[in-house]
């Protein structure tokens, strides 16, 4: 409820909405892949679905295989496998016509919405920020070891934002890709109850954002 509550406090999910835009789309689907921790399948098949709505969300691949593989390699099959099946449902038309339509039109396309299109000669900066940004999706699927899911959250907002970081078109619509992953990491482990002698507490979560599961894996 509180997340439902802040999603709709937020300015820029009302920018969304009145844009007429799918980014919220990416959010929700981000949320749901996250989510379904417990259904690997389900879980990689969102996370995709997201990627196929924008491709940033398929940075999000290897820190849930990774998250998957902790509890058994046959968990992360089943991840990578939903996943497979909805990367090649949305290719099926013809890999020509896809690439076409989607980074092939995105690689050649020019937006003063970053300061990497904004100014120039600042090529090998963006290069430098893009491998950075590419390095940490794949670090986050081994590294921490001992994870939950709020630090799955956490990290997976790091990746969007990172990835953010390095597009040459950007615009504050993106925003609301990483937002329902932040707001679990920020709020998920807070008590917001007020303490017997006023105040809030400060001791460790009990605020149902989202399974956390059953602790570090």
Known sequence: MLLACLWAACPFTLLVANSGTNDAL??????AAFLCSSRPVARGALAVLAGMTKFAPLALVPLFAGSAARRGRAVAAALLTGGALVLAIAVGPGLE?????????????????????????????QAVVTVAAAALAVAVALIPRERDEVTVAALGAAVLI????AVTHWFYLYLVWFLPLMLIALLARLDLRPAAGGGRAR?????????SGSGPR
């Open 26 to 31: 990416v959010g929700a689907l981000v949320l």
């Open 97 to 125: 016509l896809f690439w076409d339509r989607t980074l092939g039109f995105q690689s050649e396309r020019s937006s003063p919405f970053s300061i990497w299109g904004l100014y120039g000669g600042l090529g090998a900066l």
């Open 162 to 165: 990172a990835l953010q970081l």
């Open 203 to 211: 001791s460790q979560s009990r605020l149902a954002l989202a399974r």
